[in-house]
Structures are given as C-alpha cells and as structure tokens.
C-alpha cells in the first residue's frame, strides 16, 4: 500500500482571519481525497503585503520565519495565488542569508497553489462535490500571470456535476484589489470593480469563483453592498459540498 | 555644452558597474548579406507566384489597389484608366531609367500630363520649381525596390530621378513592380536592406520608405481615415514580364 | 481640463478623470478597441512570442556595449555630413534645438510625433523665441490647437470627440465644418500641407536608429514622418541614448512586432529609413541633419534599478490593458508619459519624489508585462519604486509607522495570536452578521464595499478540532 500523500497547509492570514472556512473546506477536501493534512503552528503571513507596498526588510524577516516552520513539508498547499506566488517567486530573492534563500527556494520547489495541487499533483479534475446551477470564473491576477496557471481551476469547475461553467466576460481582468491599492485609490479601484461585477452580473451565474483571498474581500464586498443575489466563493467550498442557489 | 568626450565617459562609467540583467546577443546577421541576398534571389525566383500571390492579399487587406498586366508596355493604359476614373491628368514620375522603361510618351498620347523626375544634380530654383509640380500633381508613378509579401508592402529607395515625393505628396500613389522585386518577409527584406549598406548603388539617396497602404489615421475617435498627409490611394502594378534583369 | 495640475493630489486627479464622461465612454471604447487589435495580431502571428524573447535580448545586448553602438552611429551620421549633439539635459537639448533654429533663420518648424520633444518641452521653448512648432500628427495638431497635453503615447486625442474637435476647428482655424472624421481630416490635410511646404526646419524623434548604418527610423500611419524629413531645408532628430539598435536585421526584429503591439497592424503605413542629409543628385531633403542625443536621466540608470525600462519601444501597449490607465487616462499622471511605463519613466526623468504617489498606480496585475513586446517586469520595477520611497523615507511617516507595526504582529505569533481577539472587540459596534459596512479608519474601504469582520473563531483557533476530526 502506498503511503499517503503529506501536505502541509499554509492558510495564509487573510484565509485565517476572514475566511476560515475556506481553510476548512480545503482540510476536509484533501482528506476526503487521501491526503493527510497538517498545519504547522504558528505561521502568520508570507509577508506580501509588506513586499508589494516596498517594505522589504519586514517582508523577509516575516517570509523567512514561514520557510523556518515549513521545512519538514513534503507539499506546502495554499488556497490563495498570490500567496503561493509570494513564496515561489518573490520570497528566495528577498533572503540575504544564503542558507534562508537555499531552503526557500527549496520551499518554492514544493509549494503549490491548491486547484495546482488538485490537478497537478493528485491529477484529480473530477470531483464529487456536487452543485446546481451555473458558475462563472475569476481569475486572479497572481495565479493567472504569476503562476501561468488558467487551466486548473476551469477544469476542476468543468468536471463539477450538475454545475455550468460560464465565461465570464474579461475574467482575466484585474478586480481591483492589489492590496493597499483597494485603499490607497478606493475610487479607482471601486470602479474596476464596478466593471467586473457587470461582467459577473452579466453571465447569469449564481456565484463566482475564485482562488485568492484578496479577490474575494473586493468581489464579495463589492456583491454584498450592491445586495446582489450572486455569491463570490472560494473553489475550496465549492469542492466541499457548498450548494450555490440556482 | 556636453562634449561627445564627456557623453560617452558618462556612459561607460555607469556602464562599468553593471554586467547587465542577463546574458544577450544581438540578431545574428548575415556575414556577406550580397551573397545571400543573390542566393535569396535566385530563390525566390523559383516561389514568386507564391508570394505574388500572397503580396496581393495582403496589400489588398490595407486598402491597395492591386492591378496585372503582361508588360510594362501595358502599363500606360491602367494608368490611364486610373486617371480617367478620377478625372484629372497630371502626373509626376520616376525618371525613365528608374522606371525601366520611357512611358512618358505613352502616357501623354492617353490624355494624361506627365512630368518626369530629372536625375542629377539640379540648381535648388529648379528643385524648388519641381517641387511644386509634385505637390500639385493628381498621380505619382514609380517603381518598387521591394515587394513584401508578409506585409503587403512597398520599399521605396529615393534617389537621384526618382525623390521620395513622388510616392507621398499626390493623392494617388502608382507603383510599378516585377517579381524581382518580390520578397516573402521582413526577415529577408533585412538581408537586402543589410546588402543595399555595403555596397551603395550610384545615385543612391538619403531615405528609404516601407510604404504600407495609403495614409491613415484613427486619431479622431478611432474612426479611419485614409490620405492624412501621404496618398489616399496606392495602386501596386505587376508586370509579368520582367522589367530589370 | 488640459495640463494636469501637480499641486493637486494624484487620487484627486484620478477622481476627476473618472467623473469625465465623454473621457470615461472614449478610454472605454479605445483601449477595448487596441486589446483586441492587439490579441488578433499575435494570435495570427506563432513567431510573435520568440520574437519577443529576441528583442528583449536585442534591447539588454545594446546595452551591454552602448557605448560602442552609440559611437558607430555618432560616426556614421558624421560621415554623411549629419551633426551630432550632446545633451545631458532637457534643457540643453532645447539650448541645441534653439541654436541650430536661430543659426539657420528657421521661423517655422514642422514636428513628427515625437515623445521625447514633449519631455523636454520643446514646442513651448520654440515659441518662446519667435519659432512658430507645428505639430503634423493629427491627434498631436488637435492637442496643441487645444492647448492640452497628449493623453496617450500613440493615440495622443484619443480623449476627445469629434463633436469637440469641429468645434476646436471652428474656433482656432476659423472654418466650420461638419462633425466628421473624414471631412475634419481632409480639412487638418490641407492645413498641414501647407505648413510642410513652407516650413524652414522639421523636427523629428527617432524610433530607432541603426548603429551600422546610422539611420534614423520613422514609424508613422500618416506620412508626416516622410514629409518632415524630405521638404524643410534642416532636420533635426531628437533621440534617448536607448532608442540605438545594432543592426538593419535587429531592426527588422522590432518591426515585426512592434505595430502589432500598438495597432495590432502588422506594419505602420510608413516606416522611413533616414540617413543623413540629401545626397548629391536628389531633388528633395535637408541641407543639414542634427541628430540630439538625449541623457536627461537614462544613463543613470544604466546601473540603476530602471534599466529594463530602457528598452521601451514607446507602442503604447501596456496602457490598454491597464486597469488604472483604463479608469483616469493619461493626464491624470501628470507627467509626459502615463499609464504603467509611464511611471517608470517619470521616475527615471524627475527622480523617485515625483512618483511618491504615482508608484501606487498600480494593483500590480501584471497585465503590462502580458502584453509589453520586450518583457519589460514593470510590476517588478514598480515594487522596486515602492521599496525607494521607503528606503529614502520618501513615503508618509504614518504610514511607515503602520508597516512597522504590521510587520512585528506578523513575525511574532504571539502578537498576531494576540491581535485577533483585539480585533474582534473592537469591530463589536460595527459588525453585524459577519460584515462591517462602516467602521473609522476603513471608511476607503467600506464606502464603496462591505468589508467581512474577523471571523468569530479564526482557522488556527479551530485547528485543533479539525485536527481531531482527521485522526
């Protein structure tokens, strides 16, 4: 008998904070897929939002403690683009020690974003999960063009019974959050985001979906206070069993 | 006032403290772009239908007019036919040897004005003069330094008899050309533009112009518009048989 | 509005941008327009992206022996009987423009398109000494008649309409005319023909120059590059150091994609190879050719952390498909470039405190880098900007203060262990059913969206069940 799979979660601290059940779902998901799951304690952040706004020295002191706590991981899975994109990508060049930089860019080797994860690794497009109605895609900036990854997510949505994937209308199009740049120029970005939720609107899907935390705060915010019936949810939850209203 | 000394020490200072970002070559060029600008030639002289073909398609996709004919003797009646269409009659020329061949007498039997480009040097009054006869001609007539098929484009060398203005001050650019003007791409117009280099033909000019369809602009609300400053219209003429050897 | 006003914060600029309606319909349907232009080009075009990839390597080759190609194409255009000058700065290019105007009696001068002229703000140092500058691109003539600055690099009125431009028309050249781009075009034609045949001096950029041979390229749509260069008796060609390639076969690497990127045109109407003053025998051309070569900050950065921005071939391309540019146009930046190498390009010319703001710009989507012809990393660049500002303590101290604070809750776990009970306490009053739709200090925030509360148990608190529930 082979012997499981082993990934470590990186929650990541928006999905800690603000949307612990995406963590969740992602949990159970890998389980059910036999993959055992572990959480290192303690780790916080990957440090991108001090990176992106210029902070550097901050940004490694916090990224290199997250390579400190995933040493021993065999995969690092993280539910969000962006992040994943920050240790593969960003986090090696930023490490002065040569020692840190070496284990993070052995880190980056084994860190995937989860729809990567799921088609990639476990080679699983099918899922169980099933759900009603139809679904539009977002793709976030990060995954899209950081980690050149558009095809994972659009087939496990594809193999999804019972559920309809629509195009969404210039889904490779920023949301607009970036990060401080949602409250740096609030205005702008409200009115990228106003344009988006038109083309979301205009699919007819019952939710969009999405792979990365700070898409979902702009996509859902923006949902909630227009009052729309359309929900912004995470792939994780939908794998899970979550059932958008037709 | 910066000295070129002072220009260029700057540059190499700055220069000095960096390798670059990564390691780079330039485009690998064609060591005797003449030997390989004859062999091209000689190439191309088996595909020419081809890329005639293909040439048509393409100019025809940025709004040239294509036309066909036997030879270059045929050339005066389209000409001719052009010009009638539209109702005027003056026309400005490349000199006869430019050309390959003396239409002048032809087109003035078919009604039309036609002013010729003198080769050599000419006193600036008379530069001036001349000038003006193209800026209020109705038609420019010239040949073609190359034909290229990927874009649908028109090389056009200025030179002694036969001036840029030509192809760019009337409203009706006609340009004349036989499959040894043909070319497929950008790529193999760079061998020839790399071969005119080394060894500059007598008369040879200051400009070199890739002329791809009539002048246009989007710049009022996107909508095109076509004769901004250059022709409205450019015909390209294709004459079966060769009119250079 | 025309000129941007600096002392007006940029997020006020951009607001006002964005309450311009005929500006917001225009940029909508214009950088729509040029995404898919652009799309259709490369898609019909498989050797598009290795092209890219050489003339990226072309642009970093160039630079790596700058000097030498900069000293083959200085004496070749000697050796035709060109001039070339030196300019360290904006304003000694203008002093070389002026001098070689004055020296040669110019009293009009007829300019191409030319990015790098608005940079050194040469239209207004021309008229200041009597020289009357006439700009020949249509969208250009349109700007200067309307006094304003261009509000994209190739599509300089693309934030006018034609309704606006008869009228401009009617007022400045005092002939009224139907509110039609074809019968306003012919009209600008006959204007502008004029102005070419009666002009003593034409001035130009230079969209490359080729080392070996020392050309100078002209990439237009309307012909006036041609026209500027072959019927006043000087020419003058304004020109960055970067803008040198090596060769007539790298040229026609950048050709073959750089119309692609800006119009999704596989080739501009005209691209017009210029060497040197006419030659003995021809009928037309300048007595004299001047070519400037322009510092005005690109050389410091040769070893700077803007370098890759020097291989900008100015297509415009990173613009369209930029969500900020798409939102406010281009005078809301402020500066002569906009949009994402705009940025980069402000902070090369006017240092890292003109873009104290500007490096914000961005939601660091990367959609430039997508579509740049060279590969530029903008986003990198901009994140580099960012990292100075702090670094130099450019950028507010309250904010410092806020990302020093963030960044000691993030590398303890014991402070961010700490911070969540913290957080749900105080968002207490302003939280109902999960969501917040006001709270101070995230009024940016939620005056437009609402924001989720701190999840009344976080995914670490809930750890530990989930742990059990999998064993």
């Given at each position: 008998m082979t012997q499981a799979l082993r990934a470590s979660l990186m929650v990541t601290c928006l999905g800690d904070m603000f949307f612990p059940e995406v963590g969740v779902s992602t949990v159970r998901l890998l389980r059910r897929l036999g993959v055992s799951v572990d959480f290192p304690a303690g780790q916080t952040c990957c440090g991108q939002p001090l990176f992106n706004s210029g902070y550097h020295a901050g940004a490694a002191r916090v990224g290199a403690r997250m390579v400190e706590l995933f040493k021993d991981a065999e995969h690092v899975v993280v539910p969000s683009g962006s992040c994943a994109f920050m240790l593969k990508h960003e986090l090696p060049g930023l490490l002065r020690d040569r020692a840190a930089r070496e284990a993070a860019e052995r880190l980056a080797g084994r860190t995937y974003e989860l729809s990567q994860f799921l088609v990639k690794v476990l080679r699983r497009t099918e899922f169980t999960a099933s759900v009603a109605g139809r679904v539009t895609y977002h793709d976030s900036c990060h995954l899209l063009r950081g980690l050149h990854e558009s095809a994972a997510p659009r087939a496990i949505l594809r193999g999804l019974r019972g559920a309809e994937l629509v195009e969404l209308p210039a889904a490779d199009e920023c949301c607009g959050f970036g990060g401080s740049f949602s409250v740096r120029l609030p205005e702008v970005s409200s009115q990228i985001l106003d344009k988006k939720l038109k083309n979301v609107e205009s699919t007819g899907a019952a939710c969009v979906v999405a792979c990365d935390a700070g898409c979902l705060m702009q996509l859902g915010g923006g949902l909630r206070r227009r009052g729309s019936s359309v929900r912004a949810v995470h792939l994780a939850e939908l794998l899970d069993g979550e059932r958008p209203s037709p | 006032m910066t000295s070129r000394a002072e220009f260029l020490s700057r540059i190499r200072g700055e220069m000095a403290k960096t390798r670059g970002l990564f390691p780079a070559r330039t485009a690998p060029r064609p060591a005797e772009p003449r030997a390989v600008a004859e062999t091209l030639r000689r190439e191309l002289a088996e595909r020419w239908p081809a890329a005639l073909e293909r040439f048509r398609r393409e100019f025809e996709r940025v709004g040239g007019v294509f036309h066909r004919v036997g030879a270059l003797g045929d050339v005066p009646q389209v000409v001719a036919g052009i010009s009638r269409e539209r109702d005027v009659r003056r026309l400005v020329a490349w000199d006869a040897q430019a050309l390959g061949g003396d239409l002048l007498s032809a087109l003035e039997a078919r009604g039309l004005d036609p002013v010729a480009m003198p080769p050599g040097e000419v006193p600036g009054a008379e530069r001036a003069r001349l000038r003006q006869v193209v800026a209020q001609a109705d038609l420019g007539l010239t040949g073609v330094d190359l034909a290229i098929a990927e874009t649908g484009t028109l090389v056009v060398r200025s030179g002694a008899g036969r001036p840029g203005s030509t192809s760019l001050l009337p409203p009706v650019h006609i340009a004349v050309f036989d499959r040894t003007a043909l070319v497929e791409s950008l790529g193999q117009a760079g061998v020839f533009l790399e071969a005119w280099h080394r060894a500059e033909a007598p008369g040879a000019g200051a400009v070199v112009s890739f002329i791809t369809g009539p002048s246009r602009t989007a710049d009022i609300e996107l909508t095109l518009t076509r004769?901004?400053?250059?022709?409205?219209e450019v015909h390209a003429i294709f004459v079966e048989t060769p009119i250079h050897d | 509005m025309s000129e941007a006003d600096l002392s007006v914060p940029f997020r006020q600029r951009a607001g006002g941008a964005m309450k311009d309606a005929h500006l917001q319909e225009a940029l909508t349907i214009a950088t729509t327009k040029f995404i898919g232009l652009r799309r259709e080009a490369f898609a019909d075009f498989p050797e598009g992206e290795r092209l890219r990839d050489l003339a990226r390597e072309i642009k970093e080759a160039t630079l790596q022996s700058l000097d030498r190609y900069l000293e083959q194409l200085i004496d070749n255009v000697e050796r035709l009987g060109g001039h070339v000058h030196y300019a360290t700065t904006a304003e000694e290019a203008r002093r070389v423009i002026l001098d070689v105007a004055r020296r040669t009696g110019a009293r009009m001068a007829v300019k191409s398109k030319s990015m790098a002229t608005e940079e050194i703000q040469l239209n207004e140092a021309l008229e200041a000494a009597g020289i009357t500058a006439v700009e020949t691109d249509l969208g250009e003539y349109i700007i200067q008649l309307a006094h304003e600055r261009p509000?994209?690099?190739?599509?300089?009125?693309?934030?006018?309409?034609k309704g606006q431009v008869a009228e401009l028309f009617a007022k400045e050249l005092k002939r009224e005319v139907a509110a039609d781009p074809e019968v306003l075009t012919r009209l600008a034609r006959g204007e502008l023909r004029d102005k070419f045949l009666r002009a003593d001096l034409g001035i130009t950029g230079a969209n490359f120059a080729v080392a070996d041979t020392g050309s100078i390229v002209l990439v237009t749509n309307e012909g006036n590059g041609r026209m500027v260069t072959s019927l006043p008796r000087v020419h003058v060609a304004v020109m960055g150091i970067?803008?040198?390639?090596?060769?007539m076969t790298d040229l026609m690497v950048f050709l073959q994609i750089l119309a692609k990127s800006a119009t999704g045109q596989k080739l501009s109407v005209y691209t017009t190879l210029v060497r040197g003053p006419r030659r003995a025998g021809?009928?037309?051309?300048?007595d004299e050719f001047h070519l400037v070569l322009l510092d005005n900050g690109r050389i410091?950065?040769?070893?700077?952390?803007?370098?890759?921005?020097?291989?900008?071939?100015?297509?415009g391309a990173c613009l369209n498909v930029c969500p900020v540019y798409r939102q406010i146009g281009g005078h809301a930046y402020g500066y002569t470039y906009p949009g994402p190498i705009g940025i980069l390009l402000t902070a090369m010319l006017d240092g890292a405190t003109a873009v104290t703001d500007l490096a914000h710009?961005?939601?660091?989507?990367g959609a430039c880098a997508d579509v740049c012809p060279v590969r530029i990393d903008i986003p990198k660049m901009l994140v580099e900007l960012r990292r100075e500002l702090d670094d130099k303590k450019l950028a507010p101290w309250t904010e410092r203060l806020a990302y020093g604070m963030l960044a000691r809750v993030l590398a303890s776990p014991r402070l961010y262990r700490w911070a969540k009970p913290v957080a749900r306490l105080l968002q207490r009053p302003f939280a109902r059913n999960g969501t917040i739709r006001s709270a101070p200090l995230f009024g940016d925030w939620t005056r437009t969206r609402d924001l989720p509360a701190v999840a009344p148990v976080t995914f670490q608190e809930r750890w530990k069940d989930l742990e059990r529930e999998g064993s």
């Open positions: - | 004769g901004v400053h250059g022709p409205k | 509000s994209h690099i190739i599509a300089p009125a693309i934030h006018k309409t970067e803008k040198v390639v090596p060769s021809e009928l037309e051309g300048p410091r950065q040769l070893a700077g952390t803007l370098r890759e921005a020097l291989y900008c071939l100015r297509c710009a961005s939601s660091l989507c």
